[in-house]
């Protein structure tokens, strides 16, 4: 039997679908993401021999190296199938490294979508190794790698073991601690907003005053005068019809893609990667592994020949000849990194609505998100008139417009936002006499900008040119973890720590947070993929700058440790008050007279302290240190433990929950439901005499539960009882007899 081709990709559900479209004459395996990296515990690049990386095996991955080797050697020939960008062509090289496979054999192919054309076509056109793409994600990770090691230690010895600094990320932070601070130093103007109700009910709005355009009238003595204005006759000085269209807008691309899923969906930057990997990565159709969308880290707009015929016919079927658009080419500024196909169904036949029933719900929603636009960035565009009404007396000009829609194009499937102000056109020409009835004078306030959500903040890297949008939900969940921001409903609020690591970097790294400096060098990472820019040369520029300013902060950090800080806790050995200091799981107070034995240590965990007091050499700390304290001990309830101690209610990393008082001695904790932490978090548990009243909301939970139980009666699948277990979805009912039972119902409401 002659030797398989062997296939390597990155997942193991891409392996499954294409070994089943390849065929019996071929091995499908898995690399499961990278197989090499720098090590973790050092910086691992040679700075004086042309910052050559020091890469080794990823902890875990020795296996997967050791199968792929074995696998290699028993192959006919050997096929790198990892994602089509520069993550992917890395990957693929390090794996080429790995095998010990030529530089010159071509045996790297790529697909956009998985479906059996595009894999096929694949495997016919094999190509070399670009090292162009390689090395400009080998620069971008010696880049960040730099900026990390470099910066980060220093940090740590400055503010705290748990902070770090990026290289995109700290620009990301530094937008979102400016546009706090734009939104703190704002101060309200007022102004007016003032329509005019005319001729039958004819509702225009203040236009201009002496021929200037009002946006927001803030001149009271202005709205003085208008107020003389109502009962007075004005003359229409334009009444016009115009033409005019709205081009539907372009398909997606990953920063579109994340930005839509946050503002119609809610969902995360990480949470629309994620689904998005599993529809291009496939699911199961009757039976069939399927790819339902093209690969979702791409910066083009551009549509495949293929795609735009599929789109036409399935238009032409299903709307008719005039429905089908001609679409423009995008305009971008910036250079397309990977220009693939912008990400849209591989099948447009698999329509949202016939996959109900397969995809889960958060899988629906952004399948149909993305079928959706894609049909719609086919369409034509939405033709509609517009009446134009402009009417004037003495200095005063108000307007107004009505539209109609002629054609609604793609309106037919989605409609904007902000919508047109739609109704009938009046009879109404130039020269006509309109009385003012009556005049709408509203009185407000300019608000300050708002913060970013996850959906502007990904639309400002991007206008910026700040990180590539495949990277914008790691950035975006990195400075969530490191707690250097905190949400407010959907918004990004900057917290004390955020603020401390920004100023920190604003003054010591100017480069490294300048926007237009981590711009530039995002395009020059793309003159490397391009061949364009010699990627040694790129780091070594970058470098004597950054070396410059470490070795500055260095300093400020040595003198910064030798300065003794002092705060308002006294010390209960009674030799004076604690002092600041930082330790390996940050920062926490200790005793001044350390040497004299007394080893009195408190945590500054969760406690913010501002810049400004460290600077002053004084913190003030002893409130928060005393809540602190307090909310350890734990709040006393009214619920009791079966031996009749008290539960006290505490808060940890998943919320509250309730100890036995004698927790030392009888081990007990109870996890309390979600209904009563949502009551907690919203005060809506009463207090008495310092006792949380949790009983009877406990007691109104569990006699709701054996309602519940006893209407479900027993399991019509084994005859075991239900319970009542909670999920993704709130509450439902399960087998007591699972694993080998595994009903499950809704719970009827």
């Known amino acids: 039997m002659g030797k398989k081709n062997l296939v390597i990709v990155e997942s193991p559900a891409k392996a499954k679908t294409i070994e089943k479209?390849?065929?019996?004459?071929?091995?499908?395996?898995?690399?499961?993401?990278?197989?090499?990296?720098?090590?973790?515990?050092?910086?691992?690049?040679?700075?004086?021999?042309?910052?050559?990386?020091?890469?080794?095996?990823?902890?875990?991955?020795?296996?997967?190296?050791?199968?792929?080797?074995?696998?290699?050697?028993?192959s006919d020939k050997v096929f790198l199938a990892s994602d089509p960008d520069r993550e992917g062509e890395a990957i693929a090289w390090h794996i080429a490294y790995a095998l010990k496979l030529s530089e010159n054999d071509p045996n790297r192919i790529e697909f956009n979508e998985i479906t059996e054309t595009a894999i096929k076509d694949s495997i016919k056109h094999p190509r070399k190794i670009d090292m162009d793409k390689v090395n400009a994600q080998q620069a971008r990770r010696i880049l960040d790698r730099l900026v990390g090691y470099g910066i980060s230690s220093l940090l740590w010895k400055s503010i705290s073991s748990n902070t770090s600094a990026g290289r995109v990320q700290?620009?990301?932070?530094?937008?979102?601690?400016?546009?706090?601070?734009?939104?703190?130093?704002?101060?309200?103007?007022?102004?007016?907003?003032?329509?005019?109700?005319?001729?039958?009910?004819?509702?225009?709005?203040?236009?201009?005053?002496?021929?200037?355009?009002?946006?927001?009238?803030?001149?009271?003595?202005?709205?003085?005068?208008?107020?003389?204005?109502?009962k007075k006759d004005f003359e229409v000085i334009e009444a016009k019809v115009s033409k005019k269209s709205k081009n539907s807008p372009l398909p997606l691309k990953t920063s579109t893609l994340q930005q839509l899923a946050s503002s119609y969906l809610g969902f995360s930057a990480s949470k629309t990667m994620r689904i998005a990997q599993g529809l291009y990565e496939g699911i199961d159709i009757e039976g069939t592994h399927k790819g339902l969308i093209t690969y979702m880290r791409t910066d083009s707009t551009r549509i495949s020949d293929d795609a735009v015929e599929m789109a036409k016919n399935y238009i032409l079927e299903n709307f008719g000849k005039e429905y089908l658009g001609v679409k423009k080419v995008s305009k971008s500024k910036q250079k397309i990194q990977d220009a693939h196909e912008a990400i849209r169904p591989t099948d447009i036949n698999l329509t949202p609505d016939s996959l109900k029933n397969t995809l889960d719900k958060d899988q629906q929603k952004l399948?149909?998100?993305?079928?959706?636009?894609?049909?719609?960035?086919?369409?034509?565009?939405?033709?509609?008139?517009?009446?134009?009404?402009v009417c004037n007396y003495d200095k005063f000009s108000f307007r107004g417009t009505i539209n109609k829609i002629i054609f609604d194009g793609y309106y037919k499937i989605f409609k904007e936002e902000e919508d047109l102000p739609l109704g009938e056109f009046p009879d109404i020409k130039v020269g006509d006499i309109l009385k003012l009835e009556k005049l709408l004078i509203k009185e407000d306030y300019t608000k300050p900008p708002s913060r970013f959500t996850e959906s502007s903040l990904v639309k400002k890297l991007e206008a910026e040119g700040i990180g590539r949008p495949s990277t914008y939900a790691t950035i975006i969940e990195t400075l969530k973890k490191r707690e250097y921001v905190a949400l407010e409903g959907k918004s990004f609020v900057p917290t004390a720590l955020g603020?401390?690591?920004?100023?920190?970097?604003?003054?010591?790294?100017?480069?490294?947070?300048?926007?237009?400096f981590t711009a530039e060098l995002e395009n020059e990472l793309d003159e490397v993929a391009e061949g364009e820019k010699d990627w040694i040369s790129l780091l070594s520029v970058f470098y004597k700058d950054?070396?410059?300013?470490?070795?500055?902060?260095?300093?400020?950090?040595?003198?910064?440790?030798?300065?003794?800080?002092?705060?308002?806790?006294?010390?209960?050995?009674?030799?004076?008050?604690?002092?600041?200091?930082?330790?390996?799981?940050?920062?926490?107070?200790?005793?001044?007279?350390?040497?004299?034995?007394?080893?009195?240590?408190?945590?500054?965990?969760?406690?913010?302290i501002p810049a400004e007091e460290i600077e002053n050499g004084k913190i003030y700390v002893k409130e928060k240190v005393e809540e602190l304290v307090k909310a350890k001990k734990g709040k006393e309830t009214d619920v009791l433990t079966s031996t009749g101690a008290k539960y006290l209610l505490k808060t940890g990393r998943f919320g509250s929950y309730l100890e036995s008082e004698n927790f030392s001695e009888d081990n007990d904790r109870m996890p309390l439901p979600p209904e009563i932490r949502k009551?907690?978090?919203?005060?809506?548990?009463?207090?008495?005499?310092?006792?949380?009243?949790?009983?009877?909301?406990?007691?109104?939970?569990?006699?709701?539960?054996?309602?519940?139980?006893?209407?479900?009666?027993?399991?019509?699948?084994?005859?075991?009882?239900?319970?009542?277990?909670?999920?993704?979805?709130?509450?439902?009912?399960?087998?007591?007899?699972?694993?080998?039972?595994?009903?499950?119902?809704?719970?009827?409401?």
């Not at 004819?202 to 009238?217: A, M, P, T, W």
């Not at 399948?367 to 009404?389: D, G, H, N, T």
């Not at 007691?699 to 019509?716: M, Q, T, V």
């Open 679 to 749: 009551m907690l978090a919203n005060n809506k548990i009463e207090e008495k005499n310092g006792v949380m009243q949790i009983n009877t909301e406990l007691k109104k939970i569990k006699d709701e539960e054996d309602r519940i139980l006893k209407a479900a009666g027993r399991c019509e699948k084994c005859g075991r009882p239900f319970k009542i277990s909670r999920g993704r979805w709130g509450k439902f009912l399960a087998c007591t007899g699972y694993p080998e039972c595994k009903n499950i119902k809704k719970i009827e409401k």
């Open 499 to 516: 603020y401390e690591i920004k100023n920190k970097l604003d003054e010591n790294f100017p480069n490294i947070m300048n926007i237009k």
């Open 367 to 389: 399948y149909k998100l993305i079928w959706e636009r894609f049909v719609i960035s086919q369409l034509a565009p939405m033709k509609y008139e517009q009446f134009e009404l």
């Open 170 to 230: 700290s620009v990301a932070l530094k937008l979102i601690c400016d546009l706090e601070d734009e939104i703190k130093k704002f101060i309200p103007v007022k102004f007016w907003e003032i329509k005019g109700e005319f001729t039958n009910k004819l509702k225009l709005s203040l236009y201009k005053v002496e021929d200037k355009k009002i946006d927001k009238l803030t001149d009271e003595k202005v709205v003085e005068e208008i107020k003389k204005v109502e």
């Open 21 to 74: 479209i390849l065929g019996k004459d071929f091995h499908v395996v898995a690399s499961f993401g990278h197989v090499r990296d720098l090590p973790k515990s050092k910086l691992g690049v040679d700075v004086e021999n042309n910052f050559k990386p020091s890469y080794s095996t990823i902890k875990g991955k020795g296996e997967v190296i050791k199968n792929l080797k074995d696998m290699a050697k028993k």
């Open 546 to 608: 950054l070396k410059y300013y470490i070795d500055k902060f260095k300093i400020k950090v040595e003198e910064e440790m030798s300065r003794i800080i002092e705060s308002d806790v006294p010390c209960s050995c009674g030799k004076g008050n604690m002092i600041l200091k930082t330790g390996r799981f940050g920062r926490y107070l200790a005793c001044p007279n350390e040497e004299d034995g007394c080893k009195e240590r408190i945590s500054l965990k969760g406690i913010e």
